[in-house]
């Protein structure tokens, strides 16, 4: 079964609005997960990387005031997107990683597929 | 800093045909190379994960390859089906970091 679970896997929202996507590890403490942004027929982007307890680490280019990730707990990180417009209308998927008992895993979630309207 | 490409962009083939769709990474220091099927609208489903250590990974019609010293992964898919029509992608991990996507290769397989 799925060691990573990511909600929700569709969501609509207005333009304006903010709306959150939540990546929990089922199995395993992460204290690292990952979020990632595939626009319409491209392949997947890292936007930033989560780190439980610490800020986030944003690649170049990713807004961190309009994509705010947080990683409260080793099990769970959430990407809110904040005043969303259509042109955010994606598909986000996150990762989280195993480090447990001498291995280093990632596993990925279902992903998310965001409209925006 | 990884890069990862994937050829073909795009393969049509009828079906039964046996295929190879290619990947290629530039920093041979993976730490594993996996390989995700992608349907429209639809999340990754996993397909096969190869550890550096490894040469190949098998599952069902399905056989990964991996050339660490050249750069490259195979991903065969025997006697192809209609279901099998996906988009494909190939992602590098280099340890301590993050998996880096291709862009991917669309197939159709045609009945």
């Known amino acids: 079964g799925a060691v990573v679970s990511q909600h929700p896997s569709r969501v609509i929202c207005k333009s304006g609005t903010s709306v959150k996507i939540e990546c929990r590890s089922l199995?395993?403490?992460?204290?690292?997960m990952f979020w990632y942004r595939q626009f319409p027929k491209q392949s997947l982007m890292l936007m930033a990387t989560?780190?439980?307890?610490?800020?986030?680490?944003?690649e170049q280019g990713v807004e961190k005031d309009k994509f705010l990730i947080n990683h409260a707990s080793l099990t769970l990180s959430t990407l809110t997107v904040t005043s969303a417009h259509p042109e955010d209308s994606s598909f986000y998927i996150c990762?989280?990683?195993?480090?447990?008992?001498?291995?280093?895993?990632?596993?990925f979630g279902e992903g998310s597929w965001l409209t925006v309207v | 800093k990884q890069e990862v490409t994937q050829i073909p962009a795009a393969l049509s083939v009828p079906e039964g045909e046996n295929l190879v769709l290619n990947c290629s990474f530039t920093?041979?220091?993976?730490?594993?190379l996996q390989w995700f099927r992608q349907d429209p609208g639809k999340g990754l489903t996993s397909l096969l994960l190869?550890?550096?250590?490894?040469r190949e990974q098998t599952s069902g019609r399905l056989n990964a390859s991996l050339d660490k010293s050249s750069g490259r992964s195979t991903l065969y898919i025997a006697a192809s089906q209609p279901g099998d029509s996906a988009t494909y992608l190939c992602?590098?991990?280099?340890?301590?970091?993050?998996?880096?996507f291709g862009p991917g290769t669309r197939l159709s397989v045609l009945p």
């Open positions: 199995d395993f403490q992460a204290t690292t």
């Open positions: 190869i550890q550096s250590s490894q």
């Open positions: 989560s780190n439980e307890g610490s800020k986030a680490t944003y």
């Open positions: 990762s989280a990683r195993d480090r447990g008992q001498g291995v280093d895993t990632i596993y």
């Open positions: 992602a590098a991990y280099n340890y301590g970091q993050n998996f880096v």
């Open positions: 920093d041979s220091a993976i730490y594993n």
